[in-house]
């Protein structure tokens, strides 16, 4: 008796709980009928035609921004409305503050994060450290990065002179990212056990599986159950709780600094926050590599996918690359000198990039946009980011890859640094834009540049079979290379 009534008792109350939740949304969810709607007519509706996975965000923006040339409309995304808004009022939500429009609830609504990495929305404090260590650090620590990146492809690419290896563009570059990221993340030799980078390539596979139902309970109801939280930051730690005793007892024998004492990531959080709580830790890392290696190794894909379908180019690339590691050597500095292959790289993320919508933020008051519609408080807001990129009247054959358009803009244009991959502008927003803006940028440029110039002196690429490579994925609002996109590499003779 107990055993028929059990699965049906759950199933019951698991019915009765979604139910009572979507009410409390429905109820809660803030006036926008004089919002115009494109796509599903209501949340519900979203949800059925959907079965509560992912909206066509890519044909309904495209729709909206086709019939409204307000460029003010909303789309129906399973538990709540997007409103996206059109570029004139992209600099003022950028520039909001968190009381005003949030980054951290957008965050939290897309991942709920409390649930998922378990750290609130007031608790996500990489940034700073990010801002004042990472990036400040870049050039002592670029000899570490580009090794990793070397030793990474020499593993993966391994190749004899002369001879094309066919390699699956995703997994290599989700190998090649998790590895640099981990180096100065964790340090070696964590960042090349194959366990711990598998453990956070997959993280966030299932944090984005888990938040899709968790985004159907308000919190008070306290959903961690939907979660497997306590397993992940438990399997996280088997791995980083060594690490982490090893270094709390050189803190403990020998202060704050001792011989070899490692400069990663992990180090710093431990000597700033005087954290030594290694489920808090963990979540922290855990989460750091959440925000680093799928963006990076999703723009890598790209990359070599244009490098691969635009053979022509790489000679070009190669020429600088020669001429700059000749003066300056492996170092960031040359890094900074190598104009075509930034080019090439701001170009990939203009032209593909990561995400249709993006700049999302939750109005935590009422606001009013330039042309006087009101934005009710709790509504989220977002910009088609992908089209602005595609945009005629900002970049001339917005349709065309042109990988040194940047370049030719730096020639032609005093404020070089405008054009810089790192730089934030209206007109790029892959990084975001405002005060919330990505803090990991110049990371992530850094691997990103170091290994295109390490690939086009080292390789030869290609496509296979001369074949179109598959195309991305559009998924709700994200942009993914194809899992199965493939290219072909051949070790260069110098
Ligand atoms: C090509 C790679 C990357 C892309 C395209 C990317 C993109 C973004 C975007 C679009 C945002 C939100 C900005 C906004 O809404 O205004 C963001 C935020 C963030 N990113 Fe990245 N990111 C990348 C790599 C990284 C890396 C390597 C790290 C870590 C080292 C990182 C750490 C973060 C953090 C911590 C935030 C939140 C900012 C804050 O708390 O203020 N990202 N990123």
């Known amino acids: 008796m107990d055993l028929l009534f059990t699965p049906y008792l759950a199933t019951s109350i698991c019915a009765a709980l979604v139910v009572v939740s979507l009410f409390k949304l429905l109820n809660k969810r803030p006036n926008l009928d004089h919002i115009p709607i494109v796509g599903h007519r209501s949340l519900l509706e ?122 699956s563009v995703v997994p290599a570059t989700l190998s090649i990212a998790s590895r640099a990221s981990n180096r100065i993340f964790v340090g070696l030799p964590l960042c090349r056990n194959q366990d711990w980078l598998d453990f956070n390539i997959k993280v966030p596979h299932a944090v984005v599986k888990e938040a899709r139902i968790l985004r159907l309970f308000p919190d008070f109801m306290g959903p961690s159950f939907v979660t497997n939280l306590s397993e992940r930051i438990s399997r996280g730690a088997t791995f980083l709780g060594p690490v ?43 989460s750091l590599n959440f925000a680093a290696i799928h963006t990076t190794s999703g723009t890598l894909s790209e990359a070599l996918l244009n490098l691969a379908g635009h053979p022509q180019h790489a000679q070009t690339l190669r020429d600088e690359v020669e001429a700059v590691i000749g003066k300056y050597g492996w170092t960031k500095e040359a890094l900074s000198k190598m104009r075509k292959v930034d080019s090439f790289l701001r170009e990939t993320q203009r032209f593909e990039g990561l995400v249709l919508l993006g700049i999302m933020r939750v109005a935590m008051c009422d606001i009013t946009l330039a042309d006087g519609t009101l934005i009710p408080r709790g509504t989220s807001l977002a910009f088609p980011v992908h089209a602005m990129h595609h945009d005629e009247t900002v970049f001339e054959n917005a349709n065309v890859f042109e990988p040194f358009r940047f370049a030719e803009m730096q020639d032609n244009e005093s404020e070089r640094s405008r054009h810089q991959m790192v730089a934030l502008t209206p007109d790029m927003l892959s990084f975001g834009m405002g005060k919330r803006a990505c803090s990991g940028r110049f990371f992530a440029a850094t691997i990103l540049k170091t290994m295109l110039a390490h690939v086009v002196m080292t390789y030869d690429v290609k496509r296979v079979n001369d074949e179109r490579s598959p195309n991305s994925l559009r998924i709700g609002s994200a942009i993914m290379p194809n899992p199965t996109a493939k290219i072909m590499f051949r070790k260069r003779v110098n």
């Open 244 to 286: 982490i005793k090893e270094r709390l007892k050189h803190m403990e024998a020998e202060g704050t600094d001792w011989c070899d004492k490692p400069n990663d990531f992990l180090q710093w959080w431990l000597d700033a926050s005087h954290e030594t709580c290694l489920t808090m830790l963990t979540r922290r890392i855990v």
């Open 46 to 167: 979203s949800y059925w035609f959907t079965k509560g996975l992912e909206v066509d965000n890519a044909r309904f923006v495209q729709e909206g921004l086709d019939k409204y040339k307000s460029g003010v409309f909303r789309i129906a995304n399973l538990t709540h409305w997007i409103v996206c808004l059109p570029r004139r009022d992209l600099e003022r939500v950028a520039r909001a503050s968190e009381d005003h429009l949030s980054f951290y609830h957008a965050m939290d609504k897309a991942v709920k994060t409390d649930y998922t990495f378990g750290i609130g929305i007031h608790g996500y404090h990489h940034a700073p450290l990010i801002e004042s260590h990472l990036t400040r650090n870049l050039s002592v620590l670029y000899t570490d990065v580009r090794d990793e990146i070397v030793t990474a492809c020499n593993e993966l690419l391994d190749m004899k002179h002369n001879e094309w290896k066919t390699i």
